[in-house]
């Protein structure tokens, strides 16, 4: 199976959607999702088309949205851009 990449995102919608996700979790109370969710949350990355594993020295990127998906999936404020979780 091809994984997708997002070639359309440029260094700033990065730091942007960073900045948002991680604005919105402090904001938020800095809550982690619980571990049931995890789970659910990284089987679903590890079978989707726009995950890479090998990104971030192996803890895994979000091609759609350029998140590393290991920070993104603990962050009980987060969404899959592709409203998978």
Same mark, same amino acid.
């Given at each position: 199976?091809?994984?997708?990449?997002?070639?359309?995102?440029? /260094?700033? @919608?990065?730091?942007? &959607?960073?900045?948002?996700?991680?604005?919105?979790?402090? *904001?938020?109370?800095?809550?982690? $999702?619980?571990?049931?969710?995890?789970?659910?949350?990284?089987?679903?990355?590890? /079978?989707? @088309?726009?995950?890479? &594993?090998?990104?971030?020295?192996?803890?895994?990127?979000? *091609?759609?949205?350029?998140?590393? $998906?290991?920070?993104?999936?603990?962050?009980?404020?987060?969404?899959?851009?592709?409203?998978?979780?």
């Amino acid at each position: 199976m091809q994984k997708e990449k997002n070639d359309n995102l440029s /260094v700033f @919608d990065k730091i942007k &959607s960073v900045s948002s996700s991680l604005n919105n979790w402090v *904001n938020n109370g800095i809550k982690k $999702t619980s571990d049931e969710n995890i789970n659910i949350r990284t089987n679903i990355c590890n /079978v989707c @088309d726009f995950w890479d &594993s090998e990104a971030f020295n192996k803890s895994g990127k979000c *091609n759609k949205c350029g998140c590393n $998906t290991w920070f993104k999936i603990r962050m009980d404020t987060e969404k899959c851009p592709l409203g998978k979780w």
